[in-house]
C-alpha cells in the first residue's frame, strides 16, 4: 500500500521521488503528536505534584510548628528531669548520711549493750584486782615442813650462778621485797649444801639416762695438781640417735680409775659392761698415761664386746644345747676352786664371785668365736674405738719444736753470733767475777734469745701477781702516749700462743717500750735499772734476739692463728676431730693476718736483719718435725684413716681439750673464791651448771606430772568399774536349781559365776575364755555347793523357784544385768581383782 499525505487523501507512490521526505514528515509529525501527549501527561502529573507538593508544605508548616511546640516540650520536660534528679541526689545522700548514723547509732548501740552485759564481770574483777593488790603475795619455802621444788630449783639457780652458799636466803629475800612478795619460810645453810648435793644427784641422773639414749659415746680427761692433791676433769660427748651431739662433764680424783667409776656409780641404774659396748673412743693430751689409759679402755670395750656376743649366744641356744656348755662351766669353777671338797668350803659370795668370773671368761671366750664369724664391717663397727690428741696440745708442742729448731740453727752455724745471754742477777754475779770456772757455769747455765725476752717482758708488764709488775703502768702510759691502753700477753702463765703474740707485741710497739723502760728507770731516785729490767733493756737491742722475734712473729701469724681459728673457732667447735685428717687448710687458711701491723715492722726492718729468713726457715722446719710426731693418729692405715665417715660420726669426739682444761681453771678460781666449799658440793654445782641439769630437771617434773594424771584418771576409772560391777553383782539373784543352768546364755553365766566369785568361791583360772559348757558345768558345781553350805528352808526354796518360774520377768530382770554388764566383759581378769 502506498502512503498519502495527512491533507489530501491522494496516494503518494511507492517509487516517487519524494516518498522518502514523506516518510520523514510522517515520522515527525508522529513524535510530535507523542511530545504532545507526553507534555499533555506531564502537566497533569506536574499539576497532581504541585498540589502534592503544596499539601506537603502544609503539613511540614504544621509539622515546624508542632516541632518547635514538643521542642519546647521537651525542654520543658528535660529542665523537670534535671530538677528531679538533683532532688534525687540530694535526698540520696541524706539517705547515705542517715545511713551512716544509724550504722553509728547502731554500733554505740551494741557497745553500751556490752558495756551493760559486761558491767558485772567487769566489777567482780575490778574488785578482785583490788582485792589482789591490797593483799600481799607471798611465796612458800615449805610445804608440809619440807622444802618446796621450786624452791629447790631456784637455790640450784643460784649456786649455780656464784651467790654464795650464806647468802642465798638473803638474796632470795631481797629479789622478793623488789617484786612485792612475801617469803614465807626460811632454810639453814646446811639445808642449801644438801640441796645442792641433790643437784649432782639429778646431774648423775641426766647422765645415766644420756648414756641409756645414744648411739654412742666418747671420753676425755685432764688432770692438775691444787695444793698438792690431784684432781682430774672428765667430759663425755653422746651420740644422740637424732644425729645431735650432746656434751657432758664429771670430775674425779683418781685418775687411773675414773672411767670405771664413772659407770659404776651408775650401775644401779644401767650396767656398765653396756656403756663400755657404747664408748667409740676420745681424746686427751699426748702424755704415755693417757695414752696408756686408752688402750687399757679400748681392750676393755672389746672384753666387754666378746662377753656381750657370748651371752647373746648361750642365750638363744636351747636347752639341750646350752646344757652341756653350762655344765662345762660349773666345772670349771669346781676346778678353779681346788675340786668338788674345796668347793664346798667356800662361802657364798665366794662362790658366786668365782661363778661369775668363769662365766664371764666362758662367755667372752664363746663370743670370740662367733665375733670371728661376723663381716669385716660388722667386726669393724662393733671395735671401733678411735683416740685424737687434743689439737691445741699438738700446736703448743709444735711451737716448741719451732724455738728448739731456731736455736739448733744458732749451734750450727757458729760463725754467726747468738742472742746475748739474759742471766738473773746471781749469775750476771758470778760472771763479772772474774773467776773463769764460775763465770763458764754461769754463762752456760744462762739463756737468751726470744723465749725468754717474752718470759722476762711478761713478768714485767703482766705479772701473774697482781701487786708485782708494771701492768697498771703499761696501761696508763700506754693510754698517754699512744692514746689507746695496752695488755702485755700474759706469758708468766703457760697459755697457748702467749709467746708469739708477745713477739709481735714487742715489734709492733718497739719504740714505745724503751721509752716506759726509760721512763721507769728515770723515775726512780737511783736512776738505774733492776736485772729484769736490764735483761729486757738489753734484749731489745740485740740484733740476734729482735730476729728470733720476727721469726716466732711469721710463724704465729702464717700457722698458729690460722690453725686456732679452725679448731677453736665457732665452726670448729662444731668440727669432730677425727674429721681433722682430711682438713688440708688448718695452717694457712688465706685470710687476712690476725695482726697485719707485725707484718709492717717485720718489712721495715729486713734491711737490718740478715739472719730472719734462715731463721724463720729452721723454725718452720723444727715445727713440720714435731707436727708429724703428733699426728701419729692421723697416719695412713691407722683407725681413724680406716674408719668410715659414718663411723667418724658415732666417735663425737671434740677437736680440743678445753672442755676439761676449762674446768680445772674453774676449781682453781673456785678454791680461791670459796676454800671451804667441799670437793663434792663443787662438782654438784659444776655439774648442775655446765650440764644444763636445770632443764632436765623441769622436763622431768612435766613428764611426772603428766604420769601422775595419767595414773589418776586410771584410778579413777578403776573405782567406776569396781562399784559398777559391785552395784551389778549385788543386784543379782542367785540360781537355786541347778535345772535352769541349762537355759542361760554366756552372759548370765558370766554374771552367776561373777557372784559365786563375789562371796568367796573360787573359780578356775581363765574361766572367762572357757565355752559354755565348761561354765556351766563349773557354775553347777558351784550352785550345788553353795545349796550344801547355806541348806535354805523349804520356803525359801520354794522363792526361789517362784522366782526362777517367773521366767518372762526373771529373763528380763538377767537382760538388764546383762545389759549392764555388756561392758564388763570385755575387762580380763586381772582388771576384776584389781
Known sequence: MSKTSKNSKTPIPPNSPTSHLWKSY?????????????????????????????????????????REE????????????????????????????????????KKEKHALNMRVAHFDMQKEKAIQLALEKAKVNTWAVKEKEEITESCHMLIWDLVSAEVGVEHIQEVIQMVANAFGVEVDGSFCVRSVGRIVLEGGVAGQAQMAENINDCTGLTVSGDGTTIKNINFESHHMNFKTSDGSVKHCFVISENFAKVHREVFEDRKPTYNSRSLFAKMTGGNSDHSEDQKKLFKLLKAYKEKVGYEQQGES?????????????????????????GGFTAWLGLTHNEQKLQNDNIYL???????????????????????LFLWVGCGMHKEMNAFKGAVQSMEEWWKENEREKPPCKLMNRDNRAAAESGSSEAATQAVAVSKGGAIKLTELAGAVFHHKDK???????????????????????????????????????LLVNYDFYFMLLEMVRDKKGAGTFTNLELNMYTGLQDTPTIEELCAISLYSQSVTHPYLRTIQGPEGNKTNAPDLASFETATFDGKNWQRPEVIYAIQTRLPNLPHVRPLTIACFH???????????EFAPGGEIDKATANEHAHAPIQATNDANEGRLGGKHWGTHIRPNMTHHQHN????????????FCEKQAAHNARVAGKNKVRLALCKERAEKRAAVIASTVAISDVNIVECLRVKELDIQLRWHH?????????????????????????????????????????VDMDSVGESESEDSRVEGSNVEMSREDEYSETSDEE
Open 26 to 66: 510522517d515520522s515527525m509529525v508522529k513524535y510530535k503528536n507523542d511530545l504532545l501527549a507526553k507534555g499533555k501527561n506531564l502537566r497533569r502529573v506536574i499539576k497532581w505534584r504541585n498540589k502534592k507538593i503544596g499539601e506537603l508544605e502544609v503539613k511540614v508548616e504544621k509539622a515546624e510548628a508542632w
Open 70 to 105: 514538643a521542642n519546647g516540650e521537651a525542654a520543658k520536660a528535660q529542665f523537670a528531669l534535671d530538677c528531679i534528679r538533683e532532688q534525687m541526689s540530694t535526698v540520696l545522700d541524706e539517705k547515705t548520711q542517715w545511713l551512716e548514723e544509724k550504722g553509728r547509732l
Open 313 to 337: 649366744t648361750l642365750l638363744n641356744m636351747t636347752p639341750e644345747e646350752a646344757l652341756p656348755l653350762l655344765m662345762e662351766i660349773y666345772w670349771d669353777v669346781v676346778d678353779k676352786a
Open 361 to 383: 671368761e666362758f662367755c667372752e671366750r664363746l663370743g670370740k668365736e662367733r665375733f670371728n664369724l661376723l663381716s669385716e664391717k660388722e667386726r669393724a663397727a662393733s671395735k
Open 467 to 505: 701487786k708485782k709488775g708494771q701492768q697498771d703502768t703499761v696501761k696508763y702510759f700506754a693510754q698517754h702516749v699512744l692514746g689507746m691502753p695496752i695488755v702485755f700477753p700474759d706469758t708468766s702463765n703457760i697459755q697457748y700462743h702467749c709467746h708469739g703474740d708477745a713477739s709481735s707485741e
Open 622 to 632: 723444727g715445727a713440720l718435725t714435731t707436727w708429724k710426731r703428733f699426728l701419729v
Open 684 to 695: 654438784a654445782q659444776a655439774t648442775y651448771k655446765t650440764n644444763s641439769v636445770h632443764e
Open 758 to 798: 563375789a562371796q568367796g568361791s573360787k573359780l578356775p583360772v581363765g574361766i572367762e575364755k572357757k565355752n559354755r559348757q565348761e561354765k556351766q558345768t563349773v557354775l553347777k558345781e558351784l550352785v550345788q555347793t553353795y545349796l550344801a553350805h547355806s541348806q535354805p528352808s523349804q520356803s525359801q526354796a520354794d
